[in-house]
T-cell receptor
Framework: QKEVEQNSGPLSVPEGAIASLNCTYS??????FFWYRQYSGKSPELIMS????GDKEDGRFTAQLNKASQYVSLLIRDSQPSDSATYLC???????????FGSGTRLLVRP | EPEVTQTPSHQVTQMGQEVILRCVPI?????FYWYRQILGQKVEFLVS????????KSEIFDDQFSVERPDGSNFTLKIRSTKLEDSAMYFC???????????FGPGTRLLVL
């Protein structure tokens, strides 16, 4: 069973729209959750971290965590062409140092 | 803003050769990591390092791999005898605490011929 699942996409949205990215996970011992953005050929760049149930907002980005349903999502408001990238969901487990990554969702923002 | 740096950005080597990938973590961070990403695949954890010893490693991190912090700033990954399947992007990351955000370096693209 995959530990972190994401729809590979591409998710295509028009400029100015809201992009909604989802991630589900299988291990209830998951403790911390992260969204990274990765441009082609580049390294993961942190967008947001979230540790407790509910919403967390940072500028145009909102992360949502629901531990009971084992999902975490990322909303991007007022999407821009520069947001076009692969968005990686990652988590860390109890008593573990490593991040476990999903395969990522490719987002395309059409001008 | 402090950042993780890595050298070289690209490395081409012959199968069976040894390579050393270098990283300078963020200066006040205590936890260091290596990940790799084979082209088109997900980012995979290799190893974490804290207090001058390995704290966790994956099944990928076999006897061909080793890590070292030779001085107060550098963190290295050595692959003793490279294989074709070691071709990947290798990312170094660091964090202040174990469960906190890991910040990634720009990566080293390793190509084994």
């Amino acid at each position: 069973q995959k530990e972190v699942e994401q729809n590979s996409g591409p998710l295509s949205v028009p400029e100015g729209a809201i992009a909604s990215l989802n991630c589900t996970y299988s291990d209830r011992g998951s403790q911390s959750f992260f969204w990274y953005r990765q441009y082609s050929g580049k390294s993961p760049e942190l967008i947001m971290s979230i540790y407790s149930n509910g919403d967390k907002e940072d500028g145009r980005f909102t992360a949502q965590l629901n531990k009971a349903s084992q999902y975490v999502s990322l909303l991007i408001r007022d999407s821009q062409p520069s947001d076009s990238a692969t968005y990686l969901c990652a988590l860390s487990l109890d008593s573990s140092y490593k991040l476990v990554f999903g395969s990522g969702t490719r987002l395309l923002v059409r001008p | 803003e402090p950042e993780v740096t890595q050298t070289p950005s690209h490395q081409v080597t012959q199968m069976g050769q040894e390579v050393i990938l270098r990283c300078v973590p963020i200066s006040n961070h205590l936890y260091f990591y290596w990940y790799r990403q084979i082209l088109g695949q997900k980012v995979e954890f290799l190893v974490s390092f804290y207090n001058n010893e390995i704290s966790e490693k994956s099944e990928i991190f076999d006897d061909q791999f080793s890590v070292e912090r030779p001085d107060g700033s550098n963190f290295t990954l050595k692959i003793r005898s490279t294989k074709l399947e070691d071709s990947a992007m290798y990312f170094c990351a660091s964090s202040a605490l174990a469960v906190e955000t890991q910040y990634f370096g720009p990566g080293t693209r390793l190509l084994v011929l």
